[in-house]
């Protein structure tokens, strides 16, 4: 099991650039496949980004794809979403999610465990 705990949240004007940081409990971080998703105010929740236990396959929605970077590092048990050219409609709350299983990719329903969230609001 693990425990996902996200930061690095905040208010930022459009055009600027966040790093979120999503902290893992527990020893085995580094068997676990990452995820990021997102929920906008009245939407549903949203893909955002994925990268696997190793590092070496990423994967992005078309709306953060060139904008957003996925990364981890195994040694902090710490997986990362670097935000660039932020705009408006990327305000969300945005989780990190965790899965040891088969590749989840995309699917939220692939994914065990999640965190609380961390408010990113974007002004225009």
């Known amino acids: 099991q693990v425990q996902l705990v996200e930061s690095g949240g905040g208010l930022v004007q459009a055009g600027g650039s966040l790093r979120l940081s999503c902290a893992a409990s527990?020893?085995?971080?580094?068997?676990?496949?990452m995820g990021w998703f997102r929920q906008a105010p009245g939407k549903e929740r949203e893909f955002a980004a994925a990268?696997?236990?190793?590092?070496?396959?990423?994967v992005y929605a078309d709306s953060v794809k060139g904008r957003f970077t996925i990364s981890r590092d195994n040694a902090k048990n710490t997986v990362y979403l670097q935000m660039n050219s932020l705009k408006a409609e990327d305000t969300a709350v945005y989780y990190c999610?965790?899965?040891?299983?088969?590749?989840?990719?995309?699917?939220?329903?692939?994914?065990?465990?999640w965190g609380q969230g961390t408010q990113v609001t974007v002004s225009s």
């Open positions: 527990g020893r085995t971080f580094s068997t676990y496949h």
């Open positions: 999610a965790a899965d040891k299983g088969p590749w989840p990719g995309r699917s939220q329903a692939g994914y065990d465990y």
């Open positions: 990268i696997n236990w190793r590092g070496d396959i990423t």
